[in-house]
């Protein structure tokens, strides 16, 4: 690997990583503390949407991590942002929670599905037929086709759930059109995170626990990439992929020694 410059940036994915099934990772608390300690810049990079930062702050709080709603930088944040560059106060018909519809609210795009420029489709644990069907009826009619992430599947307390990726490929096989996503694996999520925190590449660090969508996210925005074998990709499937980490530790706790 290249030399790089020391990592004065710390940008992390939550689940597999900093949480797992809604408790903290060990050691993650006591990496988030010396990252903050230090003054080194950090942000939580998730493909959730269907929570606003505040309410994962709150989420994450309870697990006994305190990472404030400023910290967090979500896949709905990055869709309203990429939407409000494209087309500011757009219209759009949205299949998502809070997290996504108060994000567009907030860059004042106006939600309906009366004739609108983009159909957005986000996470929800209720995916309605009815919803589905409008949105292919609107695709039909030309409405461009936006999804805040690929994720096929989320998890639950009961199983694998079908997510956003998953629904996007029907909506995509009913109407031959394919959608773009915002979200990890798009360097795009990724730049757009380094702005927030008013990072260089050369000096930020991304942490994730898969390599489909963490890894190569950071690896293709100029990151440092760190695997975390805390979450969904093990040891010995990294030599499957056509690209590789910048190093592999078994969790945060092993990161703690690089913050300066």
């Known amino acids: 690997m290249n030399e790089r410059m020391p990592i004065e940036c710390w940008l992390s994915d939550m689940d597999g990583v900093l949480v797992h099934e809604g408790k903290p990772v060990p050691g993650a608390e006591a990496f988030i503390a010396k990252v903050v300690d230090s003054g080194k810049r950090f942000l939580v990079l998730t493909n959730n949407s269907i929570y606003t930062p505040r309410d994962l702050s709150a989420r994450l709080a309870a697990a006994g991590l305190n990472i404030g709603p400023e910290m967090i930088w979500t896949s709905a944040l990055a869709t309203a942002k990429f939407l409000n560059d494209q087309r500011p106060h757009g219209t759009a018909y949205v299949i998502g929670e809070s997290g996504l519809t108060t994000a567009l609210h907030e860059v004042g795009y106006i939600l309906t599905d009366l004739d609108p420029e983009y159909v957005v489709l986000g996470e929800t644990r209720n995916y309605s037929f009815d919803q589905i069907t409008r949105a292919v009826r609107l695709i039909e009619r030309g409405a461009r086709f936006i999804c805040t992430n690929p994720d096929p599947i989320g998890p639950s307390q009961e199983g694998s759930l079908p997510a956003c990726g998953a629904v996007a490929a029907m909506i995509t096989k009913a109407t031959?059109?394919?959608?773009?996503?915002?979200?990890?694996p798009n360097p795009l999520m990724m730049r757009s995170a380094i702005r927030q925190v008013a990072g260089h590449s050369e000096s930020t660090a991304m942490i994730g626990d898969r390599m489909d969508t963490d890894v190569v996210a950071g690896m293709e925005a100029g990151l440092e990439t760190i695997l975390v074998l805390t979450g969904v990709t093990r040891r010995?499937?990294?030599?499957?992929?056509?690209?590789r980490p910048s190093r592999i530790v078994d969790s945060v706790a092993d990161l703690i020694d690089l913050i300066g």
Do not use: A
């Not at 031959?176 to 990890?184: H, I, R, S």
């Open 176 to 184: 031959g059109v394919e959608p773009y996503f915002v979200g990890k």
């Open 236 to 243: 010995h499937e990294v030599e499957r992929f056509p690209y």
